[in-house]
T-cell receptor
Framework: AQSVAQPEDQVNVAEGNPLTVKCTYSVSGNPYLFWYVQYPNRGLQFLLKYITGDNLVKGSYGFEAEFNKSQTSFHLKKPSALVSDSALYFCAVPIAGNTGKLIFGQGTTLQVKP | KAGVTQTPRYLIKTRGQQVTLSCSPISGHRSVSWYQQTPGQGLQFLFEYFSETQRNKGNFPGRFSGRQFSNSRSEMNVSTLELGDSALYLC???????????????FGPGTRLTVL
């Protein structure tokens, strides 16, 4: 069964420092992986996805994610955090097949302090 | 292009009542999925509709149902509301195209349902 896990409930970083939000996956077949962000009282916004190809995926708002097959990880990164990046972040994996069902991790709250 | 819209944004109901939530997908998107978000259970998949047919269903009781219309708009209905149904209900739409798998889903702002 497809699943993702986010080992940290909360990540705290200082503004201007690099940030990493961790995600590990367990999938059968080729992994397809997504990152979403949710701001308070808002729906989820798509950040980036890994389908195949380069292990470093660039996405919206300066975020990128590194796919590591040997460690079954897909960590979200940003070189320099902004206070406005503070939000709830989810990684997700679709179930096998071309369908609109995503399995989400439990979410990681990112707190960026000025 | 307009995003996914959901109405109403907020609802307060009492136990035993029923509720209908509406979702209008992005123009051209034919797949609509529904999710329930709660602090305890996180984001859980309810069901997905494509071309007016339910294509996938999550592990929810039969009180939760949905449908999709010919213009891809979707509704979900919850009957005999329980306190535990209080949640943020999110709708997402995606473009389905031949040969392209796992197009990203675009989410609406959600409907906050409170059951008293």
């Amino acid at each position: 069964a497809q699943s993702v896990a986010q080992p940290e409930d909360q990540v705290n970083v200082a503004e201007g420092n690099p940030l990493t939000v961790k995600c590990t996956y367990s999938v059968s077949g080729n992994p397809y992986l997504f990152w979403y962000v949710q701001y308070p009282n808002r729906g989820l916004q798509f950040l980036l996805k890994y389908i195949t190809g380069d292990n470093l995926v660039k996405g919206s708002y300066g975020f990128e994610a590194e796919f590591n097959k040997s460690q079954t990880s897909f960590h979200l990164k940003k070189p320099s955090a902004l206070v406005s990046d503070s939000a709830l972040y989810f990684c997700a994996v679709p179930i096998a097949g071309n369908t609109g069902k995503l399995i989400f991790g439990q979410g990681t709250t990112l707190q960026v302090k000025p | 292009k307009a995003g996914v819209t959901q109405t109403p944004r907020y609802l307060i109901k009492t136990r035993g009542q029923q509720v209908t939530l509406s979702c209008s997908p992005i123009s051209g998107h034919r797949s609509v999925s529904w999710y329930q978000q709660t602090p305890g259970q996180g984001l859980q998949f309810l069901f997905e509709y494509f071309s007016e047919t339910q294509r996938n269903k999550g592990n929810f009781p039969g009180r939760f149902s949905g449908r999709q219309f010919s213009n891809s708009r979707s509704e979900m209905n919850v009957s005999t509301l329980e306190l535990g149904d209080s949640a943020l209900y999110l709708c997402a739409s995606s473009l389905v195209s031949t040969g392209a798998f796992y197009n990203e889903q675009f989410f609406g702002p959600g409907t906050r349902l409170t059951v008293l």
